[in-house]
């Protein structure tokens, strides 16, 4: 079976994230996407995330609709901060029949090369990569590389960061999210 892998801290999850793990399952040779709800990307700062069990929440919320995309918090037993390469090595070995793949934005790719271990990702793994606003394909070498598929997706461009900020200025984000997802935050009084 072959999983496709899409990191994120999902703080919040949003109809950008369901979209785009959709598409790759029906436009790629995916059997399923996990949804790996991330505890501390070293990239970001762990003080504005909720609670990972929250994060989880959410998106199991966000995907309950959906059959073949499901959320995991395999990254909460690891050590942190979390890089993809240990989560990978750990996943690959906790399930040996599956072949796992990466999914991610051009930006994320565009800064590839920073990831610790990077060259063994790409020599274990491929990359699906979907499109972003703002980044040109010539600036990075990666593009041709036998193991990155750039996947003809939908551009989405909503993020967490505006949603958490929008929340707190008390404006409408409901059509950015699942209603039940809106619900709990709501419920719970989240990034007020």
């Known amino acids: ?24 399952l029906h436009y790629t040779t995916m059997d399923e996407v996990w949804m790996v709800v991330t505890p501390h990307n070293p990239h970001k700062k762990k003080s504005s995330l909720l609670g990972n069990h929250h994060r989880l929440e959410m998106v199991y919320k966000a995907t309950e609709d959906f059959e073949h995309i499901h959320p995991t918090d395999i990254e909460f037993k690891l ?3 979390n890089y993809t390469i240990d989560t990978l090595v750990h996943i690959s070995e906790k399930y040996p ?7 991610m934005g051009e930006d994320n790719l565009k800064s590839f090369h920073k990831w610790k271990n990077y060259e063994v990702i790409l020599e274990e793994y491929e990359l699906y ?11 990075n070498n990666l593009y041709t590389h036998p193991k990155v598929h750039v996947v003809e997706a939908p551009v989405v461009e909503i993020s967490s960061t505006f949603i958490r900020k929008a929340i707190k200025e008390q404006k409408s984000v409901k059509h950015l999210l699942l209603s ?7 419920q719970m ?3 007020k």
């Open 189 to 191: 009084n989240f990034y």
């Open 129 to 139: 990569v979907y499109p972003r606003i703002g980044n040109k394909k010539q600036e």
């Open 180 to 186: 039940n997802v809106w619900e709990y935050i709501d």
């Open 1 to 24: 079976m072959k999983i496709g892998l899409y990191f994120g801290t999902f703080n919040p999850v949003h109809i950008g994230h369901t979209i785009l793990a959709n598409h790759m």
């Open 97 to 103: 029949k599956h072949e796992f793949v990466l999914i």
């Open 79 to 81: 050590r942190q901060p």
